[in-house]
């Protein structure tokens, strides 16, 4: 944990450095980041409102919310999980940020959770994916997601704690490692359709490399392949600490500790992977003091974003109808 935070906290000093290095003035360099000049004007999104804070992740038991996903099945609870350093348990949470219950993942190892992801099958049931894929000092060279049916909620599920969590049913662990050098990432993505895996890495020299894992099995080693660049409208370009596919297929949220950005496939494609060819457009979060977490809402009709650190603040940005 000790490392943890003190890798982040080296990344982030090292990101204002390398601004500084091009700029006379570091004052700039907020949750708006950019948004200043004329050509970031440009990009930002007319497709979201401005961000609100709709409630606080009050329990001391969620100290740094690293990943969110909004239920498929209930659209009225978000699940969330620490980063590494803490046990192996995700947490149920309504809009309000008001702990629901906590389980403990069976079968599952926290040894850097990084980020969530959610799927609803043809059949109507719903799977949370657990990203293991954190590496800041590239010592793994095995990475791992696992897939879990999500728990159902009851009010008597409000009484567990980390002391006394829920069970979930066995995780079903995806291992998986990177075709040459070892990388670290803090975004996990599902695709709805083809359940297909896809993880973004987290760089402050370049753009984030997108990883797609396909036809993949539990109880052997999977290789990720590189399919493209993400490169966000930010200095640095490459650290994104969270995002998202949404529920259609159609739209990607991620995050870096700034904003959030979209890309979208266009309207006459069919192929997803055309998506990555998108330029990304920026949308406002407000103030977060370490944000690695979003999501889309159920509908997608808006984004949902935490913060790690205590007392987080749950905010919705909704899209323009």
Excluded at 1 to 6: D, L, R, S
Excluded at 40 to 66: A, N, Y
Excluded at 292 to 298: D, F, G, H, N
Aim: charged share 30%; proline share 4%; net charge positive.
């Amino acid at each position: 944990m000790f490392y943890k935070t003190i890798t982040k906290k080296f990344t982030f000093v090292i990101s204002l450095l390398f601004l500084c290095g091009i700029f006379t003035n570091c004052s700039f360099v907020s949750s708006q980041i950019g948004t200043n000049t004329q050509d970031t004007k440009k990009k930002l999104s007319d497709r979201f409102e401005e961000p609100k804070v709709i409630g606080r992740i009050k329990s001391k038991e969620i100290k740094e919310s690293s990943g969110l996903v909004n239920s498929r099945c209930n659209p009225e609870i978000l699940w969330t999980h620490n980063d590494s350093g803490n046990d192996n348990h995700i947490y149920a949470l309504n809009k309000k940020g008001e702990k629901l219950g906590t389980w403990r993942v069976s079968g599952a190892k926290n040894t850097d959770w990084e980020d969530l992801a959610t799927l609803k099958d043809k059949q109507g049931n719903c799977f949370l994916y657990i990203g293991d894929i954190g590496n800041n000092s590239r010592a793994r060279g095995t990475l791992t997601v696992y897939k879990i049916p999500e728990p159902k909620v009851s009010k008597a599920d409000k009484n567990s704690s980390d002391k006394r969590p829920k069970i979930t049913k066995r995780a079903v662990a995806v291992n998986f490692s990177y075709p040459t050098v070892r990388r670290d990432s803090e975004a996990l993505l599902i695709h709805p359709k083809t359940e297909a895996i896809y993880i973004l890495t987290k760089r402050l020299s370049g753009a984030s490399g997108v990883y797609k894992l396909s036809n993949y099995k539990s109880g052997r080693k999977n290789q990720l392949k590189q399919i493209a660049d993400l490169s966000l409208p930010a200095l640095p370009n490459g650290i994104v600490t969270g995002g998202e596919i949404s529920p259609d297929g159609k739209r990607i949220i991620v995050c870096d500790y700034f904003n959030a950005y979209e890309i979208k496939l266009d309207e006459e494609s069919d192929e997803f992977e055309q998506i990555w060819k998108d330029e990304p457009a920026i949308i406002k979060l407000g103030k977060r003091n370490q944000g690695e977490a979003i999501c889309y809402s159920a509908d997608a009709t808006s984004i949902f974003a935490t913060s790690e650190k205590g007392n987080s603040p749950v905010i919705e940005v909704k899209r323009n109808q």
